[in-house]
């Protein structure tokens, strides 16, 4: 929907413009005129693309990346800008997105296979917890801890096409708006918590955008998940990150450390350098990236809200 009706008609339309174009939009969303936005969407982004085009031809290689450096330090997203300087655009083993050939649809494709149902005995047997989380323990995630969670997300948009960046800015740049719409967040994070809701609905906040990264040789896939669903997880964390430890345990490696994975991996090569140890086995799961019912299953057992102290 955002990448639909928040369109500029031109780079360098006026607020009045931009207000009137995003009504008109919202009355043919809201008639199921899906069509109609995709056709104006299309037609402007066959604009812009013929316009970056010949201002692409116009500048060198050097310009290019000047500008984009530039526009990224703006935007501030310094990590990426210092990383594209870091890569050499030559280098076709950079590690950067592949363009989603027939081939690498393909490759993806074999790495996503259909989701197969849990083998029994690989789940938790436990028995469920017979009382839901009251509602109470709810009530403290507000408009500012997701204001808070907002400003401490970054990351590259999912299918909405809205990044950590223009998150931030609707929710901390407009007053009364912002604000509303932070309550209106933490709202619906509240009824996510404390309710149940058909999975079905929550299609397109838990829907994610697959790239392909040039592995140098092969294809890494990566998915980039919904920004919104990434400031209501961190409000919640940042809520309940003593409950959450507790229900986690050993089950979740090092959940809730400060920069887990590199603690990990200076704990195996420790390990591995040590005399008494004469070998280490890799264990790859395949196919573990879509296999989460196996995680929702033993989360489910083991929640533990209702005892907390």
Known sequence: MPALILQKPYPKSRDKENTAHLL??????YKGDIDALLTEGRLIQKLYKDKLKRTTNNNTADERRARTFAHLMMQGKVKAALRMLSQDSNDAGSGGPLPLTKDIL???RQKHPSKSTPVP???VKDEPPTLLPHQIIFDQIDGVKIRYAALKIEGAPGPSGLDAAAWK?????????SNDLCKAIAAVTRHLCSEFVDP????VLVACRLIALDKNPGVRPIEIGETLRHI?????LSTFKDDILMAAGPMQLCAGQES?????VHVMQKLFNSPEVEAVLLVDAFNSIIDKQHSQ??????SDLNHSD
């Open 260 to 264: 887990g994975c590199e603690a990990a």
């Open 121 to 123: 005995s690989t789940l």
């Open 297 to 302: 299953h033993t989360a489910y057992l083991s």
């Open 200 to 203: 079905e609905g929550l299609s």
């Open 169 to 177: 800015q609707m929710c901390t740049s407009h007053r009364d708006a």
């Open 24 to 29: 008109r939009r919202l009355q043919l969303w």
């Open 232 to 236: 209501i997880a961190r409000a919640v």
């Open 106 to 108: 393909d490759i993806l």
